[in-house]
């Protein structure tokens, strides 16, 4: 009996291999390679079609691409661009101030203004503006409802940039409005409460506590905004004022077989544009961010070097296995 408990078969024969010869295999997830794959090839379609089309006239683009009349519409358009978000965004700040005043007449006025610039079509403005000698055809200080000290004649004074200017900025300040009065009002109530328990004055309040933290809420949005106001100056050319988009058109009408390669020179100078802007963006962002997240988000170089590391790395453990 005793010999045959000892010479008995255990039930497993199979050792456990070691730990550190265990490899654990990746979840696969092959929808995610097959619609990566499909959007590969629809992107080099995309890619191979613009390269060989010879309708895009590419030698016509680099002909277009860097001559004075573009450049100088290049100019045009960025300095509309600084002056209309410059004074969009004061009168967005004085607006946005007025909608969260105890004044009623303030909070009316502002609400006003707001409705009806987000109303109209910003073409609407600027043609008005354009045409404004027409209803008045001089402006005059003085006083209200009394004698006038200094009279100007509205059609010198409006030229087309300021005309252009003017429009753009109504336009931009109603919106800016509502982005700023957003980022206020995202601000924690505690913030407000915790200052004028202090007893700092108002405007110190604002400006070195509850406007600070709100650009984190508002610096996103309103670059939204600035990158609508560089496509929006596209407009001007109704104004008689020739930006980028005007320069396009008017050699467009002067050389009929260029149309579509210039199309694509201010498709590439708005592209620019607006790409400088959003990098802009991501380091303001990144600048205020800072005492509301743990850690600052990684810069674009930080995360390509991040990722070789990781590349690297993963290497190196798949040959030592």
Same mark, same amino acid.
């Given at each position: 009996?005793?010999?045959?408990?000892?010479?008995? *078969?255990? +039930?497993?024969?199979?050792?456990?291999?070691?730990?550190?010869?265990? %490899?654990?295999?990746?979840? %696969?997830?092959?929808?995610?390679? @097959?619609?990566?794959?499909?959007?590969?090839?629809?992107?080099?379609?995309?890619?191979?079609?613009?390269?060989?089309?010879?309708?895009?006239?590419?030698?016509?683009?680099?002909?277009?691409?860097?001559?004075?009349?573009?450049?100088?519409?290049?100019?045009?358009?960025? &300095?509309?661009?600084?002056?209309?978000?410059?004074?969009?965004?004061?009168?967005?700040?004085? +607006?946005?101030?007025?909608?969260?005043?105890?004044?009623?007449?303030?909070?009316?006025?502002?609400?006003?203004?707001?409705?009806?610039?987000?109303?109209?079509?910003?073409?609407?403005?600027?043609? =008005?503006?354009?045409?404004?000698?027409?209803?008045?055809?001089?402006?005059?200080?003085?006083?209200?409802?009394?004698? !006038?000290?200094?009279?100007?004649?509205?059609?010198?004074?409006?030229?087309?940039?300021?005309?252009?200017? #003017?429009?753009?900025?109504?336009?931009?300040?109603?919106?800016?409005? &509502?982005?700023?009065?957003?980022?206020?009002?995202?601000?924690?109530?505690?913030?407000?409460? !915790?200052?004028?328990?202090?007893?700092?004055?108002?405007?110190?309040? =604002?400006?070195?506590?509850?406007?600070?933290? !709100?650009?984190?809420?508002?610096?996103?949005?309103?670059?939204?905004? +600035?990158?609508?106001?560089?496509?929006?100056?596209? +407009?001007? =050319?109704? #104004?008689?004022?020739?930006?980028? =988009?005007?320069?396009?058109?008017?050699?467009?009408?002067?050389?009929?077989?260029? @149309? #579509?390669?210039?199309?694509?020179?201010?498709?590439?100078?708005?592209?620019?544009?607006?790409?400088? *802007?959003?990098?802009?963006?991501?380091?303001?962002?990144?600048?205020?961010?800072?005492?509301?997240?743990?850690?600052?988000?990684?810069?674009?170089?930080?995360?390509?070097?991040?990722?070789?590391?990781?590349? %690297?790395?993963?290497? %190196?453990? &798949?040959?030592?296995?």
């Amino acid at each position: 009996m005793s010999e045959s408990l000892g010479s008995a *078969v255990p +039930l497993s024969t199979t050792e456990p291999r070691p730990a550190a010869a265990q %490899r654990v295999l990746p979840l %696969r997830h092959p929808g995610r390679w @097959i619609a990566s794959a499909i959007v590969l090839i629809v992107v080099a379609q995309i890619v191979h079609g613009l390269a060989t089309n010879p309708f895009f006239q590419w030698d016509r683009f680099q002909y277009w691409f860097l001559r004075p009349t573009i450049l100088d519409g290049l100019l045009i358009t960025l &300095e509309v661009t600084l002056y209309s978000a410059v004074l969009g965004l004061i009168g967005g700040i004085l +607006l946005a101030l007025a909608r969260l005043s105890e004044s009623p007449v303030l909070r009316a006025v502002s609400w006003v203004y707001i409705w009806l610039f987000r109303s109209v079509p910003l073409i609407v403005v600027l043609l =008005f503006l354009y045409n404004f000698s027409a209803l008045y055809k001089t402006l005059s200080l003085g006083v209200p409802f009394g004698p !006038a000290f200094l009279t100007f004649d509205e059609s010198r004074l409006a030229t087309d940039m300021v005309v252009a200017v #003017v429009g753009l900025s109504l336009n931009e300040a109603a919106y800016a409005a &509502e982005v700023v009065r957003g980022g206020i009002l995202s601000v924690d109530q505690g913030q407000h409460e !915790a200052a004028s328990a202090l007893g700092l004055p108002k405007g110190y309040q =604002f400006t070195r506590i509850v406007f600070p933290q !709100a650009l984190r809420s508002i610096t996103p949005n309103y670059v939204n905004q +600035l990158i609508g106001l560089i496509k929006g100056t596209s +407009l001007v =050319f109704y #104004v008689s004022l020739l930006d980028l =988009f005007g320069s396009v058109q008017s050699m467009g009408s002067t050389y009929p077989g260029d @149309i #579509v390669p210039l199309l694509l020179v201010a498709t590439a100078w708005y592209l620019i544009l607006t790409s400088v *802007v959003s990098v802009v963006q991501f380091y303001v962002e990144r600048y205020y961010s800072r005492g509301a997240l743990r850690s600052l988000p990684p810069t674009p170089l930080q995360r390509v070097r991040t990722g070789l590391r990781d590349l %690297r790395a993963r290497a %190196r453990k &798949e040959a030592a296995i």
